[in-house]
């Protein structure tokens, strides 16, 4: 039961509550007053009832003493009859129920009965406490008893009165309590009502409507509040605004960042990633969330990930590592760096990480390593070989002077061809040079040719050179269409077959076969053939480096095959001699890339 | 002088440098055979005395070595190496005798315990100056661990 009324109570606002208790207490008291009055009005009632009862049995003992033997006619003769009679026609109190008398022998010489219905509940009856009254009076006449004149009178009309009046005061009390009620629930509604609304406000706040505030009204004290709640609330919506602009901006940052950004805790399990990282493999940000490396690497991997996490956590510094890392099955170079996080008290607690694809520029870096080699190599070659002739033309300039003042005639003659020779070698040189540093300048759009027409033309340049050493040419007729640069390949079928013609040595049916055919591995390769000298195979690269010469007495600076690999180079493709030794002939193949259709 | 027949392996493979050098040392009565030979392959044919070099008489095992590094076939710093990791040819002193000034080339060519590095010089007084002083040097003044 109290439980009950506790949670009751619990569940009642405050203005229900605060009525309820006014309300209780005015019907504590109204219900005491009552109860004091009702008994009051009662105890009076009773009071006069019995005071009337014995003035009207007064009033009938006179009577029937009078009645009775005063008739007139003998002063001692008692008359029943008479007193019948009288008894009969007294007017009765309304509240007499029964008039009775005895004569000497007891017999009932006269007897009447009334009743008076009681019409209230019996509690009350109970709670007013009256009973019927009887009064006996005996009929006592000059020493003489007569008989016993009995009277009862009953409460009944009283209670039943008091029944009425009490009634009308519960009436009463109970009206005006339920006015008490509506006005106190009234009034306390308008004064809490600004506080009512601030609770609302304040859920409405509470479920992310910021903007809501509350309408300043009340008492003043109660107006401070709410304008204090306003402020803080209108301040909480600013803060939040500006949180939420900040977190969105580094939502921003982080989110469109190539750079693939993890966080993880101390012991290496994934609080957090960004975008990048998930969409390197192909899962969603929250699939990394409280998992570790295991999970998403090769336990090698994971073991090796996790063993840098601990050093850059326990050291408390910085990690740089470049690494392999494969990411949906490719191979990539990832360059990683972990930074250890530390909390207020500086102890390392997470660990954050970057990393960021350096496949692609790896791979320049390389291929400006290689360019900046090459470009090395050729300036050295160059150098060197441009000084060479400017040694031998002052060398034998020297010497001419020397002969000279000697009379040395027949040896001048000698230097001056030699001088002659190195002028020679050296404007050969320079034209060299200049066409090879054309090559990667000028490039001309790449056109749609037959292979097999380049390689008609560049017969018909070596026509005079083909004939004088009476080589046989045979050129595949339907070889493929490309697309490249028709007068550049032109050069290098030139060159290729130039050289097969070239380097014959002692053959007495010279032949030199272009064509096509496929690899092993699918490419289409061109290919130059001839039956002549054949070629060491040691020397199968050397032979393509710039004024590379195997033999020093041949013609030409040694510029030809350096020309063919840089023309095919610049079309993405490889060139390679394959020869089965000395008079063995050779073969230099080249490819051309896919062509588009 | 000594006036003993020392004999040089001229390793060149421009030819008219090879004269150039012949002559200055000719010209500079340094007492001595010189003996020619145009690429690297060659070269280590002399040496070992392959193919048209095993007569040994006819083509001696040299006292000194002048060796170019820009050759046909096998390069000169190939050439060296094989010489300086041979146990029968790594005392012959050799002179690296080339055009290049180039820093790496230098270090290389210590690096394979060459015993000298010579630049060739442009000016022709200044060539035959070093071709006699080289000469004076290498097989006047020198002690040869062959002889």
């Known amino acids: ?597 | 002088m000594k006036g003993e027949l020392l004999n040089i392996l001229l390793v060149e493979d421009n030819e008219d440098h090879a004269e150039l050098i012949r002559r200055s040392l000719e010209e500079n009565q340094v007492a001595n055979r010189i003996y020619w030979v145009q690429d690297g392959e060659e070269a280590l044919d002399y040496l070992y005395q392959r193919g048209t070099y095993a007569d040994k008489t006819k083509s001696p095992c040299p006292h000194l070595i002048l060796l170019d590094l820009r050759l046909p076939k096998i390069d000169g710093l190939e050439v060296l190496k094989t010489i300086k990791t041979d146990e029968k040819l790594k005392s012959i002193p050799v002179v690296v005798l080339t055009s290049s000034e180039s820093e790496q080339d230098i270090c290389k060519v210590y690096a394979f315990h060459a015993n000298s590095y010579l630049v060739k010089p442009l000016d022709f007084e200044k060539f035959t100056r070093l071709m006699h002083d080289l000469g004076f040097y290498w097989l006047g003044w020198n002690v040869n661990p062959l002889k």
């Open chain 1, 1 to 597: 039961m109290t439980w009950l009324t506790s949670r009751l109570w619990a569940r009642l606002n405050l203005v229900p509550r605060l009525s309820l208790v006014v309300t209780l207490s005015i019907l504590l008291v109204v219900t005491g007053t009552v109860y004091q009055s009702t008994q009051y009005i009662i105890r009076r009632t009773q009071d006069n009832l019995i005071v009337e009862y014995n003035q009207q049995m007064e009033a009938l003992e006179s009577l029937v003493v009078l009645v009775s033997f005063l008739d007139g006619k003998s002063s001692h003769n008692f008359d029943v009859e008479r007193l019948i009679e009288v008894l009969s026609n007294f007017k009765y109190s309304a509240d007499v129920t029964q008039v009775s008398f005895r004569d000497t022998t007891d017999v009932a010489a006269f007897s009447q009965e009334r009743i008076i219905k009681l019409e209230t509940p019996l509690f009350f009856a109970r709670w007013c406490g009256l009973e019927t009254i009887y009064v006996n009076r005996p009929i006592i006449v000059e020493g003489v008893y007569y008989g016993l004149l009995s009277l009862s009178m009953s409460p009944s009309r009283i209670i039943n009165r008091g029944w009425d009046r009490y009634l009308y005061l519960v009436q009463a009390m109970c009206f005006s309590l339920a006015l008490v009620l509506l006005s106190i629930w009234f009034v306390l509604r308008k004064a809490l009502h600004p506080l009512l609304s601030l609770a609302e406000v304040s859920k409405t706040l509470t479920q992310g409507d910021l903007s809501v505030r509350v309408k300043i009204a009340g008492s003043p004290e109660l107006q401070r509040v709410l304008l204090n709640f306003n402020q803080m609330a209108a301040s909480f919506q600013a803060t939040l605004a500006a949180l939420q602009e900040s977190e969105t901006i580094k939502h921003i940052i982080l989110e469109s960042l190539p750079l693939k950004i993890f966080l993880k805790d101390r012991n290496s399990v994934y609080l957090s990633v960004n975008k990048a990282y998930a969409d390197d493999h192909a899962l969603k940000v929250e699939e990394f969330v409280g998992k570790d490396d295991f999970v998403f690497y090769p336990a090698e991997l994971a073991r090796k990930y996790r063993a840098d996490d601990r050093e850059v956590m326990e050291s408390g510094k910085l990690k740089n590592i470049e690494e392999a890392y494969t990411v949906l099955g490719q191979d990539r170079m990832v360059r990683t760096i972990k930074v250890p996080i530390r909390n207020e008290a500086g102890e390392v607690t997470a660990l954050l990480g970057s990393f960021e694809d350096i496949t692609e520029r790896k791979k320049a870096e390389q291929q400006l390593e290689q360019k900046n080699a090459e470009l090395e190599r050729f300036t050295y070659t160059i150098s060197h070989d441009l000084k060479s002739p400017i040694i031998t033309i002052k060398g034998f300039l020297g010497s001419l002077v020397a002969d000279a003042k000697a009379g040395n005639i027949a040896r001048m003659e000698g230097d001056i061809k030699r001088i002659a020779g190195a002028t020679d070698k050296m404007q050969a040189l320079m034209e060299d040079v200049l066409e090879l540093s054309r090559i990667g300048r000028m490039v001309q759009p790449s056109i749609k040719f037959s292979m097999t027409a380049a390689a008609q033309d560049a017969i018909e340049v070596l026509y005079g050179i083909i004939r004088a050493k009476g080589v046989k040419v045979t050129i595949e007729p339907d070889m493929p269409v490309v697309f490249a640069d028709l007068h550049r390949i032109r050069e290098v079928m030139q060159n290729l077959i130039e050289n097969a013609v070239k380097y014959m040595g002692n053959q007495t049916e010279p032949q030199v076969a272009v064509g096509c055919r496929f690899l092993a591995d699918g490419r289409q390769a061109y290919f130059v053939k001839d039956n002549g000298l054949g070629i060491d195979m040691k020397f199968s690269d050397k032979i393509f480096g710039l004024f590379e010469k195997l033999d020093p007495h041949s013609e030409g600076t040694g510029i030809g095959l350096a020309l063919v690999k840089r023309i095919i180079e610049l079309h993405h493709g490889t060139i390679w001699v394959e020869s089965a030794g000395a008079d063995q002939g050779s073969i230099f193949y080249f490819t051309l890339p896919q062509q588009p259709a």
